[in-house]
């Protein structure tokens, strides 16, 4: 059952299960110390009430207190939660964990018989006033094509909005990924045959800058009490 969240606006899913996510991943920036690494979280819907009271204490606008357009916060929060949504609604997910504390999140969900994926919202967000969290894009994108070079998809694809709320051009950072765009349907894609595979060619390209490290035999862990939502 769904419920009108009457702070926000949005709707929320009216369910107590606890959130058990399962660590895939471990990455950091080359340049930063080991403190700072990124652990990257497989998500599902069984992980909606964890979601929505993160959605909740996620405080964008105390991050970026000179931000000048609602509508930028606006737009913000529609990214995120469009990722909360989409995993209510079947997609799957992955969130990003910096010092105990989410910061970023992506949903994505198969197509072209399971042999490609659209990443459906892809967002990150300050975990310290005025200051981005260096890595958090990169780290979360690395992990979802690394998991596309293993199971040799032939295609991700996306459709960048044009500019994030601070003003930055999403199709930048996407071709600094290895992304290009497709003209024919106006998306953003990344694609494998038998001559190229983009997935490894942009896992390779991020590892130059990203110390990326598998977790083994992962096992659930209790998030609830693991992460920290105090923004």
């Given at each position: 059952?769904?419920i009108?969240?009457?702070?926000?606006?949005?709707k929320k899913?009216n369910?107590a299960t606890?959130?058990?996510?399962?660590?895939?991943a471990?990455?950091?920036l080359?340049?930063?110390?080991a403190?700072?690494?990124?652990?990257?979280i497989?998500?599902?819907k069984e992980?909606?009430?964890?979601?929505?009271n993160m959605f909740e204490?996620?405080?964008?606008?105390k991050?970026?207190?000179?931000?000048?357009?609602k509508?930028?916060?606006?737009?913000?929060k529609?990214?995120?939660?469009?990722?909360i949504?989409?995993?209510?609604?079947?997609a799957?997910?992955?969130?990003?964990?910096?010092?105990n504390k989410?910061?970023?999140?992506?949903s994505?969900s198969?197509i072209?018989?399971?042999q490609g994926?659209?990443?459906?919202?892809?967002?990150s967000?300050?975990l310290?006033?005025?200051?981005?969290?260096?890595?958090?894009?990169?780290?979360?994108?690395?992990?979802i094509?690394g998991?596309?070079a293993?199971?040799?998809?032939k295609?991700?694809?996306?459709?960048?909005?044009?500019?994030?709320?601070?003003?930055k051009?999403?199709n930048?950072?996407?071709k600094e990924?290895?992304?290009?765009k497709?003209e024919?349907?106006?998306?953003?894609?990344?694609?494998?045959?038998?001559?190229t595979?983009g997935?490894k060619q942009?896992?390779?390209?991020l590892?130059s800058?990203l110390?990326?490290k598998k977790?083994?035999?992962s096992?659930?862990?209790?998030?609830?009490?693991?992460?920290?939502?105090?923004f």
């Amino acid at each position: 059952m769904q419920i009108q969240n009457r702070k926000t606006g949005y709707k929320k899913i009216n369910n107590a299960t606890a959130f058990k996510g399962l660590p895939v991943a471990k990455i950091r920036l080359k340049n930063l110390p080991a403190c700072d690494e990124i652990t990257i979280i497989q998500l599902s819907k069984e992980d909606l009430p964890f979601l929505n009271n993160m959605f909740e204490k996620i405080n964008l606008e105390k991050m970026y207190p000179n931000l000048p357009e609602k509508k930028d916060f606006d737009k913000w929060k529609d990214m995120i939660f469009g990722a909360i949504s989409n995993i209510e609604f079947g997609a799957k997910g992955f969130l990003a964990a910096r010092k105990n504390k989410p910061c970023a999140i992506l949903s994505f969900s198969d197509i072209n018989s399971n042999q490609g994926f659209y990443i459906d919202h892809a967002a990150s967000w300050p975990l310290a006033p005025n200051e981005g969290t260096k890595g958090a894009g990169k780290s979360i994108f690395r992990h979802i094509l690394g998991k596309g070079a293993e199971e040799n998809k032939k295609l991700a694809r996306l459709v960048p909005d044009t500019l994030t709320p601070r003003g930055k051009n999403c199709n930048d950072f996407y071709k600094e990924i290895g992304f290009s765009k497709n003209e024919k349907n106006f998306t953003t894609e990344i694609t494998a045959n038998e001559q190229t595979n983009g997935f490894k060619q942009s896992c390779e390209k991020l590892d130059s800058i990203l110390e990326y490290k598998k977790i083994a035999d992962s096992t659930e862990t209790d998030l609830n009490s693991a992460l920290n939502l105090d923004f």
